[in-house]
């Protein structure tokens, strides 16, 4: 479609081989143009032919009234000069092409033709097809009967200005109809093309915040409210789809007990950490913790104290990490850490010992009883222990089980 200042890629524009609705408005509104200046055009021939034929009779009638006053006392008298003289004054009369005077058995008497051409033939035979004739009389019998025929020479003036009045009529008819039509056709497409840019929004770029703004008509108006309300529903089902697919992501990649990322977080973290460090040469620490006796703390608590201890611990790992630092909850009492980057003085036991400590301090359980929590902490650093993901936690859980036998030896 190309409305006003439409530019080529506009919503309406002509697609393919497809027509824009402005294109079949303006073809709609010039064929009722064509149709409606054609139709007043003829209107205007027809009142025009009337009212010239009617002119053109009443002069001949007149014109033979006035030769019937002239030539009737030469008819009573059977004068033929005396009727030639009577028929004078008609000869000077423009538009008079023939005279003819007859007596009272029809027999003629004089008669008269114009020595000037016809200019225009064709509308003698339309106005004029037959003579116009006059009977005279004289104390109420016929004593005679004049005949005249008619030409064109006084009408081409009038059919000339009559036509050029008409035509001037005919183009101000259509440039105003074309006018209103195209003003039609841009108020109609204009608001089209505000409903046809919101959809265009909303289809490309899913922007369901866009909203069809007042357009000034009635229907228009209400299905723009219509695409509103719409949107509205759409924007709402938009904004719970985001929420429920960042709720199910959090899921899929969170303990749901600790809230700590999973083992699927973890391994996808870990390989990240791996990639970086070999891009930029660094070093990191990988650190495997696991709580122990935490089945004897569950057997003889309860599984709601062991939660509430494994909640515990995750929070305190927490807090002994760095901002950079990575934890979660791979198993049921495990937990791995990264600590990224690592710092080139720091010592793997020193490690350890920061998580020992930070989870040192008692608990609190749901039945009001403390419990005092200890790990077993294994480290394993990146590059020394191991360049790949596999090698680094067989390192991290072999010097795990290293500490606790450590501990139950302690």
């Not at 033979?64 to 028929?87: I, K, M, T």
């Not at 973290?269 to 070093?283: H, K, N, P, S, V």
Request: with cysteine.
């Amino acid at each position: 479609m190309t409305g006003p200042n439409r530019p080529p890629n506009h919503p309406i524009e002509r697609i393919g081989a497809r027509t824009t609705l402005q294109k079949l408005l303006s073809r709609f509104h010039f064929g009722i143009t064509l149709f409606a200046v054609a139709l007043s055009g003829l209107t205007i021939l027809l009142a025009g032919v009337t009212a010239l034929r009617g002119y053109a009779d009443r002069n001949m009638e007149l014109a033979a009234q006035l030769g019937a006053y002239g030539v009737e006392p030469a008819l009573v008298f059977n004068d033929p000069q005396a009727v030639r003289e009577g028929l004078e004054p008609l000869t000077r009369i423009p538009g008079i092409a023939r005279l003819r005077v007859l007596d009272d058995v029809g027999k003629p008497l004089t008669q008269w033709t114009s020595p000037a051409a016809d200019p225009a033939p064709l509308l003698t035979r339309l106005f004029f097809p037959r003579p116009f004739a006059v009977t005279v009389e004289r104390n109420g019998s016929a004593i005679g009967t004049i005949e005249v025929w008619g030409d064109s020479s006084t009408l081409i003036d009038y059919v000339r200005i009559g036509l050029l009045a008409g035509l001037g009529c005919l183009l101000i008819t259509a440039f105003g109809t074309i006018f209103l039509a195209r003003r039609f056709e841009y108020e109609l497409v204009k608001p089209l093309n505000e409903i046809a840019t919101v959809a265009h929004d909303v289809r490309l770029h899913r922007r369901f915040d866009k909203r069809v703004q007042a357009l000034g008509i009635a229907e228009l108006d209400r299905l723009g409210g219509d695409i509103n309300a719409l949107l509205d529903e759409l924007q709402g089902w938009q904004g719970h789809m985001e929420s429920e697919h960042a709720m199910l992501a959090h899921r899929a990649s969170h303990d749901t007990l600790t809230a700590m990322p999973n083992r699927a977080a973890f391994d996808e973290q870990l390989t990240l950490r791996i990639q970086a460090a070999e891009t930029r040469g660094g070093r990191f620490a990988l650190l495997f913790i696991d709580a122990d006796n935490f089945k004897a703390a569950n057997d003889n608590f309860g599984h709601a104290a062991g939660d509430a201890v494994l909640v515990a611990l995750s929070a305190r790992i927490k807090e002994t990490l760095r901002k950079g630092d990575f934890a979660a909850r791979i198993g049921g009492d495990e937990f791995v850490v990264i600590i990224d980057p690592l710092d080139s003085e720091a010592r793997p036991d020193a490690l350890a010992s920061r998580i020992r400590g930070g989870v040192a301090e008692p608990i609190l359980l749901p039945s009001g009883e403390t419990y005092r929590a200890a790990v077993s902490v294994g480290v394993a650093i990146f590059p020394d222990d191991g360049n790949d993901a596999t090698a680094l936690l067989t390192a991290a859980d072999a010097a795990m089980y290293a500490d606790k036998l450590t501990n139950r030896s302690r």
